[in-house]
């Protein structure tokens, strides 16, 4: 089947490509984001340690927020990071297509086209974070209040006194954000951090998709074009190749991502800094907390990013979408 996308014509093949991206983001985003939101909880965190790691944290958020605590923002990423990803895989392909001569693809076009796919995909790449940040955020910022536990007095058949506490407040959701940023900011209100996020995900991209595909062209061959070469990897290959590629790559970019993640969180505890742009957000970080907390995440986001792109290129590359459109043709 990746044989019949490589070959068609673009006016064929685009949308299989754009139907096995979605799916891909779909099935990877659903299996990988409670260690998404651990790490959105650990980036954002100055001062005060509410979190020691990503398991005490995943540990806590169930404790405080039941298990679906986890799963906190993941509708804004399901719904927006099938375009996301459908852009970001079939872009990266469209734009091989157009670098290749006589089927070959030297290393700077692989670069190159890496380049263009993680520019595309900030489109919908930057809103989505946005939404997704203050979701995931919110539980560090005004967790569920634990169940007393011990040992007291008996309990009294008594009435009790009147609730003294505050009410807890209510939990914000992406529809209320949008609104509310569009109202008060346009249009640009979901683009706070566009910057930011371009900063991240084009070098990501340029270090994902050549690593991706030398690593899946591994022992298959040097004969035929280089599509040729791709399309014969087996399906282990190409899981194993997207996993390999995009811990390397998330690694690699994780400060990027600290500061992306920084500038795009609306809500701040108390003490904790707000930025007035990239540059601003690099050197108070820096000031404050050392050169270490550009790595805050940085295992999440390995762990986060590895089986989503396996995920991704597995599901890719079983054709996924050229089997939907047999059926529909």
């Not at 298990?67 to 990266?92: D, M, Q, S, W």
């Not at 930057?126 to 560090?140: C, F, S, V």
């Not at 993640?261 to 108390?270: H, Y």
């Not at 079983?318 to 059926?327: H, P, Q, S, Y």
Request: proline fraction near 8%; aromatic fraction near 6%; include cysteine.
């Amino acid at each position: 089947r990746a044989d019949k996308t490589i070959h068609n014509p673009l006016i064929t093949t685009l949308p299989a490509k754009l139907i096995n991206g979605g799916v891909a983001g779909l099935v990877g985003v659903t299996c990988v984001f409670p260690i998404d939101l651990a790490k959105t909880r650990l980036q954002n965190q100055q001062g005060i340690q509410v979190y020691k790691g990503m398991f005490d944290c995943l540990a806590k958020t169930v404790r405080s927020e039941g298990y679906f605590g986890c799963y906190r923002g993941a509708a804004v990423n399901l719904t927006l990071v099938t375009p996301e990803k459908a852009i970001k895989l079939a872009a990266n392909d469209v734009f091989r297509q157009k670098l290749s001569k006589d089927g070959h693809l030297p290393l700077w076009g692989e670069v190159l086209a890496g380049c263009g796919a993680g520019t595309c995909q900030v489109v919908v790449t930057t809103p989505m974070e946005m939404l997704k940040i203050q979701l995931q955020d919110a539980g560090r910022l005004s967790p569920a209040p634990a169940p007393a536990a011990g040992p007291g007095p008996a309990p009294s058949f008594v009435a009790p006194p009147p609730q003294t506490q505050p009410p807890r407040p209510q939990r914000p959701s992406a529809t209320g954000i949008t609104v509310e940023l569009l109202k008060t900011r346009g249009l640009a209100g979901l683009y706070k951090g566009a910057g930011a996020t371009l900063m991240r995900d084009v070098p990501f991209s340029m270090i994902y998709f050549p690593l991706f595909a030398n690593l899946n062209a591994l022992g298959r061959g040097t004969t035929g074009s280089q599509a040729d070469v791709q399309a014969k990897a087996p399906f282990w290959q190409s899981f194993m190749a997207g996993c390999c590629a995009g811990s390397v790559a998330a690694v690699a970019v994780t400060p990027l991502d600290v500061i992306k993640t920084r500038l795009q969180t609306l809500q701040k505890g108390e003490g904790e800094d707000t930025y007035r742009g990239i540059l601003d957000c690099t050197k108070r970080i820096m000031r404050r907390e050392g050169p270490s907390a550009f790595l805050k995440g940085a295992t999440c986001r390995a762990l986060v990013i590895a089986p989503l792109f396996g995920i991704a290129q597995g599901v890719y590359f079983l054709g996924v979408g050229e089997a939907v459109l047999g059926l529909l043709g």
